[in-house]
């Protein structure tokens, strides 16, 4: 169990603003951590990591990493943590990045022979893609054996495929060591796919947690298809309005009415909703 | 001219090196947790403390031999204080050639160091504490072998600096031949006594010296670039 309550004065972005979280999390768990940037997930993080100071208290398990009397430093935290620019020790090997963190050889080879490195421990960490240094970060970061591992928007920098890839070797892991986990993230899928429970900061505070069906679906009532996207254009075509509205990758047509086109402005969220309708997948 | 080759004293550029490679080692001890320091903290007596250490790139090297000739002399506490002590008279003497050195080059070797730790990946600093490492271990392990051409030009840039002062060396150690009388001072007084030819024999050593050096710091910082590409 980790039990954090903190607080912190933040420069950020938008202005001054304070953050206070309080947040229990269990073993084993998958938390994702969400919500808009400058809303301090990263300095949640950081905090957890030992690299910032914050007031308040952290509990993992039998031990204080932070109280009144001071914070355990973050070489004494047993944490792993993956950036999302990797950071990788550029001088060392794949193998050799993850064996200064801990000598174990069997680790090491069981690790990468999960993320399917195997045959590149011996590379560089330049000489591989963004996909491979996320893998060997990721590896690196389990060599500690940690307590809890945290992650910053690991795959932000990523193409969609290498994600789903990436998002299933996270899976794996986690499986395998059952690590409790906190991780930043935007994407939804992303989100369901992996965590068993999210947290959306807001401002420095908890805005929503539950589990992610709860909080990602953005169906009401008797909506059986809704989808959240941006107005790109309204255009008179005959007697009808045409929208264009981008969602996700994609951009749909959808037919309004002239009432609704006078209350729509270029540029504004929009939710594309329906009911009553038996679609395909083909 | 064979002659004059012959005749030509070498012990000036032997003392010019001993010199330098002395100043060159004494520094990177002493730079190294300072520009360390100086890159990692955010103290409000940062830009206080690199304003001294980039003093000797503006001060005229008389003024800087003018005061550290004092402050070795017995004039000075720090000059009695060592006299009395240890028995040694650091002006006038190898010795405080060298102590003259570290000073004169110090924003030669901090000022490398200080910007190849800048430039280092923070991430990739942190990843070593949150690993378990010291602040030690990721100076040598993980933010040194990184910073490689940082490193070369720091060492060879306070050696060539030290080999090419005049002025520090002049004040603070004079021109006793076999003690202090380095390259820089031997070839200002052949001029002097209008001994061109030697002059310009010492001259051109030095020229062809310090060029080889720097093309070789380039030469190998321009290799170590296409190699690891600039780190991110």
Partial sequence: MIKIHIEKKLNGANGEMDLLVDLEIHEGEFLALSGKSGSGKTTLLRILAGLESAKGSIVVGNEKWLNAKGSLPPQKRKIGYVFQDYALFPNMTVEENLLFVNADKALAEQLLKITELSNMKKRLPNTLSGGQQQRVSLCRAMMNEPKLLLMDEPLSALDPEMRTTLQ??????????????????????????????????????????????????????????????????????????????SIGQQLVEVVVSSEEAKNLTIGQKVMVSTKAFAPMIV | MIETLKALEFTPFILSFKLALLTTIILFVIALPLSWYLSQTRSKMKPVLEAITALPIVLPPSVLGFYILWALSQNSPLGAFLEETFGVQLAFSFAGLVVASCFYSLPFMVQPLQGGFESLNRHMLEASYISGKSKVTTLFKVALPNMKPALLTALIITFAHTVGEFGVVLMVGGSIPGETKVASVAIYEMVEIMDYTSAHIYSLIMLIISFTVLLSVYLFNHRQNRKFGSFV
């Fill in chain 1, 168 to 245: 299933n070797e996270i899976l794996r892991l986690h499986k395998e060591f059952g690590t409790t986990t906190i991780m930043v993230s935007h994407d939804p899928s992303e989100i369901y796919r992996l965590a068993s429970r999210v947290v959306v900061l807001e401002n420095g505070r908890i805005a929503n947690d539950g589990n992610p069906k709860e909080i990602l679906l953005k169906t009401q009532g008797s909506q059986k298809f809704s989808f959240e996207g941006e107005l790109l254009n309204i255009s008179k075509v005959d007697v009808i309005y045409v929208a264009i509205v």
